[in-house]
């Protein structure tokens, strides 16, 4: 008997276990016969956690396409005097250059030198006739637009 009265003096018993395992989350355990809801377009609705608020309207998504910038990489053509064949940069077609001289710094320069000496009787327009002292100007056969300069200086 001291037993019992010793049981009566401890109080109620524990209460029962639950015997359902409960689902991850801490969620109740969902209904077998009741579907989830969905919405308009025949998805699943997630459960939220707050009430829509009036005055907000929901933000669509807006998906930005970026383009990468393309880099065209011309290398530097070094013109000689002699024509050449070449992919012009204005019509794109492959050409051999025309060529075609021009007065430059070293036609001027030997010019001068000669009237200095003192041949200045026609004697300094020698330079002008030699093409070896003149600019070579490249031109593209097909689009007639010059593509480089070769400078003798």
Known sequence: MLEINKMSEKGPPPPAYQTGVPQ????????????????????FQQPTAYPPQQ???????????????????????RYGPDPQLIQCPH????????????????????SGLICLVGCWLGCCLIPFCINDLQD??????NCNRVVGIYRRI
């Open 55 to 77: 005055g907000y309207q929901s933000m669509a998504q807006t998906t930005v396409y970026t383009q990468q910038p393309i880099v065209l990489q011309q290398h530097i053509m």
């Open 24 to 43: 991850a989350g801490g969620l109740p355990p969902s209904q077998p016969n009741e579907p989830p809801p969905k919405y308009e377009d025949g998805n």
């Open 136 to 141: 070579v100007k490249h031109t593209c056969p």
């Open 91 to 110: 019509c794109s077609t492959q050409v051999t250059t025309t060529v075609m001289t021009e007065a430059g710094a070293i036609t001027w320069l030997a």
